[in-house]
C-alpha cells in the first residue's frame, strides 16, 4: 500500500524556522514528482511547492518564494520542505502529496495524500 | 493565472443529485480533478482527468469539462457523500496547480 506519513510540526514562533519530512513507500519514489499542499485550519487547499522525480526542477508559489526550500532523496524514498522566516499565515496543515504519472509535469492529479502535519506559526 | 471558482456551499436531500461546479479557468484547458475531504481527513481524487473514476470510486460520481466550466455529478446522494470538494486545474504552463476554494457538501 502506498503510504505518505509527514513529520516535523510543531509551534514555532514568527520568523523562525522549521523542517517537515515525508517517508514514503509502497510506490516508485524515484520515478514520482512530488509536492507539498497546505489548508489553513477551516480553509481551502494551497499548493505550496512541488520537485520532479529527479530533484532538478522545483516550483514554488509566490507565497512562499525565496522563504521554502524543497528537497528530496530518493535514496531514502524521502521528501522534505525546509521553512524560514515563518509568518503567522503559513499556519496550516501541511500534507504531502505525489503526483500522478501518467504525463511528465503539469496535468496529473494529486493522486496519494499523507495524513498532514500541523505547523503552527505564533508568539 | 487564473482563480477557480466553486459554489461555496450546497445541500441536497438523499437520493437526489448535486452537480458541483468549477469555473474560471482557460478556455480549453483539460485535465480537471476532484477531492473529497471528509472531517479531519486527508483529500482523496474521486474524478481525474476530467471524467474518469479512480478504482472504488462509485459509478455514481462522474465529472465534465466543457469549455471553462467543469462539473462533478454525484448521482443518487448518500448521507456518506457528505464533505468538502475540491476541483483542481494545472495552469496553461503546466508549472502551476490551482485548487478551487472548495464546495461543502451537505446531505439533508
Known amino acids: 500500500d502506498v503510504q505518505l506519513v509527514e513529520s516535523g510540526g510543531g509551534l514555532v514562533k514568527p520568523g523562525a524556522s522549521l523542517r517537515v519530512s515525508c517517508a514514503a513507500s509502497g510506490f516508485n519514489f524515484g520515478g514520482s514528482n512530488m509536492a507539498w499542499v497546505r489548508q489553513t485550519p477551516g480553509q481551502g487547499l494551497e499548493w505550496v511547492s512541488s520537485i520532479d522525480s529527479t530533484g532538478d526542477y522545483v516550483f514554488y508559489a509566490d507565497a512562499v518564494k525565496g522563504r521554502f526550500t524543497i528537497s528530496r532523496d530518493n535514496t531514502r524514498s524521502s521528501l522534505s520542505l525546509q521553512m524560514s522566516s515563518l509568518r503567522g499565515e503559513d499556519t496550516a496543515v501541511y500534507f504531502c502529496v505525489r503526483e500522478g504519472d501518467r504525463y511528465r509535469y503539469g496535468e496529473d492529479p494529486f493522486d496519494f495524500w499523507g495524513q498532514g502535519t500541523l505547523v503552527t506559526v505564533s508568539s | 493565472s487564473f482563480v477557480l471558482t466553486q459554489p461555496p456551499s450546497m445541500s441536497v436531500a438523499p437520493g437526489q443529485t448535486a452537480k458541483i461546479t468549477c469555473g474560471g479557468f482557460?478556455?480549453?484547458?483539460?485535465?480537471v480533478h476532484w477531492y473529497r475531504q471528509g472531517p479531519g481527513r486527508a483529500p482523496s481524487v474521486v474524478i481525474y482527468?476530467?471524467?474518469e473514476r479512480p478504482s472504488g470510486i462509485p459509478e455514481r460520481f462522474s465529472g465534465s469539462n466543457s469549455g471553462n466550466v467543469a462539473t462533478l455529478t454525484i448521482s443518487r446522494v448518500e448521507a456518506e457523500d457528505e464533505a468538502d470538494y475540491y476541483c483542481h486545474v494545472w495552469d496553461s504552463y503546466r508549472t502551476l496547480p490551482m485548487f478551487g476554494g472548495g464546495t461543502t457538501l451537505t446531505v439533508l
Open positions: 482527468y476530467d471524467s
Open positions: 482557460t478556455p480549453g484547458l483539460k485535465n
